[in-house]
Structure formats: structure tokens, C-alpha cells
């Protein structure tokens, strides 16, 4: 078995850390004085930020200091904090998807990168909903992404939320130096739930992906000859007709979506379908699929969901089993060794969504695995060899969400130009 190591345990209850980030990383090239020492923890439910000194080989990983909920609230009014990045600044900008009364409210917070006290917010205007975000100084850009309002996604997917406009469908465009909404690009029907956004690692490229959820499509954006930012839909997960289940079509679910360091692969995870796809992303307006994987999800054989009708599978995928354990729920976070050789997989996706869609993993806890991935000519096949299983945990079964490396991955680092354009406010 792979072992726990160590455990750090946050002072409160209910706070949910879901994704997370450093205090400095590629875009503070050029600077000694900048080290990847504290981690930034977001608490999507307790609008609470805790920053995690990681420690060194002599000291382990502590609290350092926290950002507490009146913080967010008097200073920014915002709440429902999620993504980090650190800047070239040697600060921090965190968005976040919500007021404290949990309505819908995109917006920026910005942290001193030394004592992490709030500074405030960084857009001149709040958004309509807010998730992720990628910067590019190199374009003057931000794109950031939209999930809902906290009032909707904190009590649960419920369909209607979504026809009554409670999650969002736009990429929002900002200018990096004026900091102000230049463009919402509507992504439609075929665009809702637009969560993870990655640019191309290539600091002078100007395009990237963005994964949506319940729509199950992944968006190329881009600047267009004119010099305006589109999109344009370049894949698309067909949805499955079951019995058995919340409804009788059943999405793919894409909630995490990731490119590796050489721009040549794109990674995402169907959290209910249960796979993970691997494209050849070399001709970027056409993604060629050259790996994939089921690891367990909502329609593996012998269990209550019956398909009816799917377009890409013959039968229902085999449930997966690794050191003798069954794989519970979906694959949902990934992450992506810098060799590209190693997928990390963790299945807790939001635990009150867990609740509705997997409620195996309250009572039994989520668990981490890997791929091992051909990154020559494509090809996932998982490791048979390792399995953490955060059910066995002393206070309880624990859902695992996001895996960071300490030297730096492929979704936290934003990579500069040498070009004498530096990364400023």
C-alpha cells in the first residue's frame, strides 16, 4: 500500500479547500527572492483562505496564517473563493464566485504575497459568475470561466437552477493592465458550466481550452485576425440514454481538463461517464483522441444505471479494481507529471455533489491513483501498483480533490516571455 505521511488538519469544519495555489511560481522569474514555500487554500464553502507553510525536510507543514470570511467580505466583498495564482508582483489574486449573501458575483481578490493580508479587489467591475481564470501579460489578457452562484452549487445540482440562469455560459475577457471586461464571449447552449481554462504553456501563443460541464464540450479560444478573443466548439461528448438514474440522458460530466507542459496533449476527466481522454492537440482546431480509460463512474455493469442508447460504447464499461479495491465514483481532478509520463486521478469533485451523485464516498472515502501515459504516440493505461485510499483515514473517510507539486505542475504555472515585458499590475 502507499502510506499517508503526514496529515495537517485545518481549524475548521465545513470550510471544503477545493482548488489551491502558490505564493510564487514561473511568473516570478528573475526573482531570488521569491521561493514556492507557502501553499494558498481557498475554502469554496467557508469564504476562508488558509495559507500552508509546506515546511522543509526538517520541518513539516504548518499553518502560517489565515484569511478569515470578514476579510473577503468588508475588504472585497466577495466570498466563495477558488483559483490562485501567484504574480511577478509577488502577490496574489484569487477569484472568487459569490457575495457573502451566496449570490452570483465574479471578482478578483488580491493578497499581499508576504503577509497575505487583503489589498482588495482587482477588477473594476464585478462580474456576472466567476471559477477559474488563466492570465497572459504577454497578450494583456485574463480569461476567467463561470460555475454558478454559491446559493445554487453549495445546495446541490438541481436542473432548474439552471434554467433559471443561476450558472453561466461566457468566458469573460479582461484587460490585464486596465483590468476591466472587454468582452463576454457566449459559448450557448453547448457551453454551459464552463469550469477549467488553460492557455497553451506557450507564453506567445494565443490560444487555449476551456472544458464545459454539462454540456460535456471543450472549447478552443483564441485572438482572431482582427484582434478580438473567440471560441469555437472542437469537442464534443455525446451524452448516454439510461434508466436508473436523476434523469434519463446522462452527461459526461467534464470537470477537469489539463495541457501538458509541451502544449502537445490535452487531459480531461468525464467524472459520471467514469473516463479519461487523451488528445493529440497538434493540429489545434481538430483534437485527435488517441487515449482513454474507464475508471468506474455512474454506468459500469451490475450496477443500478441500465444504458439504452450510447453512441461511442458497445456495452457497459467493467467496474475497475486496483490492489484488490474497486474504484469508487469518477475520475475528477488530474494532474500531470512535468515528464508527462504519470496522470494523477482524485474523485471528490464538491462534497455535496458527491453526496447526490456518489454518495459511496462519504461513507467510504475517495481515493487517488495513476495513469501511466504514453506521451510519444499516445496511450493511458492505469498503474496497477498504486492506490491511496482516503477512506482508511484515522478521523474518518476524507474526499480528495486537487494534487500540486512542490516543484510546479501544469495547471498552476503561467510561463512569461523574455521579451522585456514584465508581469505588472
Known amino acids: 500500500w502507499i502510506s499517508v ?28 527572492s521569491k521561493s514556492r514555500n507557502r501553499l494558498i487554500l481557498p475554502c469554496i464553502n467557508g469564504d476562508r483562505v488558509y495559507v500552508v507553510d509546506v515546511g522543509t525536510n526538517e520541518r513539516e507543514p504548518r499553518l502560517f496564517t489565515s484569511v478569515e470570511p470578514w476579510q473577503l467580505h468588508n475588504k472585497a466583498n466577495l466570498g466563495a473563493p477558488h ?3 501567484c504574480l511577478g508582483s509577488g502577490e496574489v489574486l484569487i477569484s472568487c464566485m459569490g457575495d457573502e449573501n451566496e449570490e452570483g458575483k465574479g471578482g478578483f481578490v488580491l493578497l499581499d504575497g508576504q503577509s497575505f493580508i487583503v489589498k482588495g479587489t482587482w477588477e473594476r467591475k464585478p462580474l456576472e459568475f466567476g471559477y477559474d481564470y488563466w492570465y497572459q501579460p504577454y497578450h494583456n ?6 460555475w454558478g452562484a454559491p446559493k445554487a452549487f453549495r445546495s446541490g445540482f438541481n436542473p432548474q437552477h439552471v434554467a433559471d440562469g443561476l450558472y453561466g455560459h461566457h468566458l469573460n475577457v479582461m484587460d490585464w493592465t486596465t483590468h476591466e471586461l472587454i468582452k463576454r464571449i457566449d459559448l450557448g447552449p453547448d457551453g454551459k458550466l464552463p469550469l477549467e481554462i488553460r492557455f497553451l504553456h506557450d507564453p506567445t501563443a494565443t490560444e487555449g481550452y476551456v472544458g464545459c460541464a454539462l454540456s460535456s464540450t471543450v472549447f478552443r479560444f483564441f485572438r482572431a485576425p482582427n484582434g478580438q478573443w473567440e471560441a469555437e466548439k472542437v469537442i464534443s461528448i455525446p451524452p448516454k440514454k439510461v434508466t436508473g438514474w436523476a434523469m434519463d440522458t446522462m452527461p459526461g460530466l467534464i470537470t477537469d481538463i489539463l495541457i501538458s507542459l509541451d502544449d502537445r496533449y490535452l487531459y480531461f476527466s468525464n467524472w459520471l461517464h467514469g ?62 507529471s512535468l515528464d508527462g509520463k504519470r496522470l494523477y486521478v482524485t474523485t471528490s469533485l464538491f462534497a455535496k455533489w458527491d453526496d447526490q451523485f456518489y454518495p459511496e464516498l462519504a461513507k467510504e472515502g475517495c481515493q487517488m491513483y ?15 501498483n498504486f492506490l491511496v485510499d482516503f477512506g ?3 478521523q474518518g473517510p476524507m474526499l480528495a480533490h486537487e494534487v500540486r507539486y512542490p516543484g510546479g505542475d501544469c495547471s498552476s504555472d503561467i510561463w512569461l516571455a523574455h521579451t522585456g515585458v514584465k508581469n505588472k499590475m
Open 5 to 32: 505521511i503526514h496529515r495537517l488538519y485545518m481549524p475548521n469544519k465545513g470550510d471544503e479547500l477545493h482548488h489551491s495555489g502558490w505564493n510564487a511560481c514561473s511568473s516570478c522569474f528573475g526573482d531570488p
Open 83 to 85: 483559483t490562485t495564482h
Open 141 to 146: 489578457v485574463l480569461i476567467s470561466t463561470e
Open 275 to 336: 473516463d479519461i481522454r487523451q488528445y493529440d492537440i497538434t493540429d489545434r482546431r481538430n483534437p485527435k483522441l488517441v487515449g482513454q480509460v474507464f475508471l468506474g463512474g455512474s454506468v459500469c455493469k451490475g450496477g443500478s444505471v441500465k444504458v439504452t442508447s450510447d453512441p461511442e460504447l458497445k456495452s457497459q464499461p467493467d467496474p475497475v479494481y486496483v490492489k484488490g479495491q474497486r474504484l469508487r465514483g469518477g475520475p475528477q481532478m488530474i494532474q500531470l
Open 370 to 384: 495513476i495513469l501511466d501515459v504514453n506521451n510519444v504516440t499516445g496511450g493511458l493505461s492505469l498503474n496497477p
Open 392 to 394: 482508511k483515514e484515522p
